[in-house]
């Protein structure tokens, strides 16, 4: 049987509710962003976009992700996986393309086709870009906001260092996380592939959730998480509020 993907079997459902409802906010160097269901899924279709329609990317074909939790990294990975590929952890140079972070190290990126991705709340270019590298921001905005994959999803979701794991397998760990549905999960959890996102994000989205990411420490996180309206924690204590790990 064809394989739905990762993306559509999540976003699916939440884009027939209410599109504008916030689906994923971040925290990052004193900065909040914040991302509506309508916008996470064109973020992720412009991404799907950019490896399918320029990149000739197809299903299976390797993604390697080098960058940590943030908000253009969610649609990074979403698109990926929307657009059927297979994300990995490793700088593999057999991988169609590399999203590394902006910074000093132009040798990160084993793939032909690397993007700097650089992390600014408003998604400003990055200005550390190599020669062989190209900007993520001003590489992904002109792709469409709307992406219909071209086949079946590739079987394999993410090849990591201990191994493969399937579509099916994640959506599943995915959809074991105690959330109740609904929840406003306000998470300090790094991005590991796949338990860190699976654990966060994709659990937040399967439970018809959200999920609010924060880099900050000590007494700002709990003011965060109180403006947040925030239910459950995950790698915090917050009074009042159950944590989740």
Same mark, same amino acid.
């Given at each position: 049987m064809?394989?739905?993907?990762?993306?559509?079997?999540?976003?699916?459902p939440l884009l027939r509710g209410d599109a504008h409802r916030p689906r994923l906010t971040t925290y990052a160097a004193g900065f909040r962003t914040e991302l509506s269901t309508a916008s996470l899924a064109n973020w992720s279709a412009k991404? @799907? !976009?950019? &490896?399918?329609?320029?990149?000739?990317?197809? @299903? !299976?074909? &390797?993604v390697y992700i080098g960058i940590g939790a943030g908000w253009q990294t969610a649609p990074i990975l979403l698109?990926?996986?929307w657009a059927g590929l297979t994300v990995t952890d490793q700088d593999l140079p057999a991988a169609a393309a590399a999203f590394v972070?902006?910074?000093p190290d132009p040798s990160v990126g084993a793939a032909d086709e690397v993007f700097v991705v650089s992390g600014h709340p408003l998604g400003a270019p990055s200005q550390a870009v190599a020669a062989h590298q190209r900007?993520?921001?001003?590489?992904v905005l002109p792709q469409a906001d709307r992406f219909s994959p071209h086949g079946a999803s590739a079987e394999v979701a993410v090849r990591g260092r201990h191994g493969d794991v399937t579509v099916a397998e994640l959506l599943?760990?995915?959809?074991?996380?105690?959330?109740?549905?609904?929840?406003?999960?306000?998470?300090?959890?790094?991005?590991?592939?796949?338990?860190?996102?699976t654990g966060t994000l994709l659990a937040a989205l399967a439970a018809d959730g959200s999920l609010v990411w924060?880099?900050?420490t000590g007494d700002a996180l709990v003011e965060q998480a109180t403006a947040e309206r925030a239910t459950v924690t995950a790698g915090f204590d917050a009074p009042g509020?159950?944590?989740l790990d």
């Open positions: 064809p394989t739905d993907s990762v993306t559509s079997t999540l976003l699916a991404v @799907a !976009g950019l &490896l399918v329609d320029e990149l000739g990317c197809s @299903a !299976g074909d &390797l698109g990926s996986w972070p902006d910074g900007d993520f921001t001003t590489a599943a760990s995915a959809a074991a996380v105690a959330l109740p549905t609904g929840s406003r999960l306000f998470s300090v959890q790094p991005w590991t592939v796949p338990n860190g996102i924060s880099d900050s509020l159950p944590r």
